[in-house]
Each structure stands twice: as C-alpha cells, then as structure tokens.
C-alpha cells in the first residue's frame, strides 16, 4: 500500500476538504461546493479506501458531482496509482496468478481499481514495445 486512509484523510484536511464515513446509496461521493467526501460505511475496507482515493482524486481537481464516464475512467487510474506499488503489484500476480478478485484482495483495494491499475499496465507494455 503505497498511502494509508489515515495519510489520505491528513492530506484532504490539510487541503480543507472533510471525510464523512456514513450509510450512503453509492460508494463514495465528493461534493465540491461543501468541500467534503463522503464514503459509505457500510463496504468493506479495501472498498472504503478504494472509495477514498477515488474521491480524493475529484476532490483534487474540483470536480463536481458525477463526472463523464471518460473522466470517471481516469480518475479511477489516479486512484489506482497512488494505492498500488509496482513492486507490491508484481508480489501479488506471483501469489496470485492473473486472478483478479484474489489480487484485489491482496493488495487491499477494490477490483475496480485493480482493473484501473491493469489498463494502465497495458497501455505502459504498449509504449514500451515500440
Ligand atoms: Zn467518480
């Protein structure tokens, strides 16, 4: 894990930006004009912080409310990479084989973001073949 939920929410707060943790209809949501994340409580905790980054990321560039499915894709990757270290990634397929929901688990984050992660993967081994 390359940020902790409590580094996370040091960091939003020294941005001014507020954490709420409550019952809520989706996983996480960022209400700019409040300045203030909310992540529903009751998902497991690799969804919380997953939910978090994802928020935090939004939060980051001001976005407000739900974004196009374009930016939403992109905002996930953001996510991906401040949760997933290289080195920890490689641990987890070798534990793991290419499973995703294990390696998920493994890494502690959601399997949303652990696809986000794999795109970018892709997209590095494309540029790199050239
Ligand atoms: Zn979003």
């Given at each position: 894990m390359l940020v902790t939920e409590e580094q996370l929410i040091t960091e939003l707060e020294n941005n001014k930006i507020h954490v709420a943790y409550l019952t809520f209809p989706m996983t996480g949501a960022y209400f700019h004009a409040k300045k203030l994340i909310i992540i529903?409580?009751?998902?497991a905790p690799s969804c919380q912080l997953s939910a978090l980054a994802h928020e935090a990321i939004h939060a980051k560039h001001g976005h407000d409310g739900h974004q196009s499915d374009d930016i939403e894709l992109r905002v996930e990757e953001e996510a991906a990479q401040i949760l997933i270290s290289p080195t920890e990634y490689a641990l987890a397929e070798q534990l793991c084989?290419?499973?995703?929901a294990p390696i998920a688990e493994e890494l502690g984050v959601s399997i949303k973001i652990l696809e986000a992660y794999r795109r970018i993967l892709t997209r590095l081994n494309h540029v790199s073949t050239y």
């Open positions: 529903n409580i009751k998902q084989g290419r499973h995703t």
